[in-house]
């Protein structure tokens, strides 16, 4: 059984680096052909897909998001991490870790852990 856990601060404040870490168990990151994403919902967007990182390291990001965005991962711990920067209110979401074998084909999902940018 695939599981992802989103972890991460729960506040941040505007202007700051929100930065997420997804820990998986029951599955390698490296496992050939999956993609290991990050999208974010709230009532005035939806559902948003932000970006992914592939088994062998490439990484993909949304337009509307990329100069914003950065993926990265630790093989060693199983994990992939977000870093969004100059946050501001309109970043506060549910962020989610998912896996995905072809781009927004999800099969397993984390949880979800609520972000709000404020001061």
């Known amino acids: 059984q695939v599981q992802l856990q989103e972890s991460g601060p729960g506040l941040v404040k505007p202007s700051q680096t929100l930065s997420l870490t997804c820990t998986v168990s029951?599955?390698?990151?490296?496992?050939?052909?999956?993609?290991w994403n990050w999208i974010r919902q709230s009532p005035e967007k939806g559902l948003e897909w932000m970006g992914a990182?592939?088994?062998?390291?490439?990484?993909y990001y949304s337009p509307s998001l990329e100069s914003r965005t950065s993926i990265s991962r630790d093989t060693s711990r199983n994990q992939f991490a977000l870093q969004l920067s100059s946050v501001t209110p309109e970043d506060t979401a549910v962020y989610y870790c998912?896996?995905?074998?072809?781009?927004?084909?999800?099969?397993?999902w984390g949880q979800g852990t609520q972000v709000a940018v404020s001061s």
């Open positions: 990182i592939r088994y062998n390291g490439m990484t």
């Open positions: 029951g599955d390698s990151i490296t496992t050939d052909n999956y993609y």
């Open positions: 998912a896996r995905a074998f072809q781009l927004f084909q999800y099969d397993y």
